[in-house]
């Protein structure tokens, strides 16, 4: 089972920037697709950016020009580089791995955007 752990959340400002991280417990780093998703309480998870293994990274249309996804196989790690936060931006934020139908998601961290 693949375990995925999240970091980096907390309050920040409008207009501010948090760098999210989530750590990859296999060495098999490379050959999954990661993503970042987040949640508000009461409302359906929404992706907000995607890194395939083999193909080009995809923004919501809502974070395009703001965040920044990267994965780094030196260490496992997916980073997710928020920019210009928005209050709307508040959620909890959750890495996700998929390969070949399995799947397996974090905890999540919180990122409340404070106007």
């Known amino acids: 089972q693949v375990q995925l752990v999240e970091s980096g959340g907390g309050l920040v400002q409008s207009g501010g920037s948090l760098r999210l991280s989530c750590t990859f417990s296999t060495a098999m780093f490379s050959i999954w697709d990661m993503s970042w998703y987040r949640q508000v309480p009461g409302k359906q998870r929404e992706l907000v950016a995607t890194?395939?293994?083999?193909?080009?990274?995809i923004y919501a249309d809502s974070v395009k020009g703001r965040f920044t996804i990267t994965r780094h196989s030196t260490n496992n790690t997916l980073v997710l580089q928020m920019n210009s936060l928005k209050p709307a931006a508040t959620a909890v934020y959750s890495c996700h791995a998929a390969y070949v139908g399995t799947t397996s998601w974090g905890h999540g961290t919180q990122v409340p955007v404070s106007s």
């Open positions: 890194v395939p293994r083999t193909s080009s990274t």
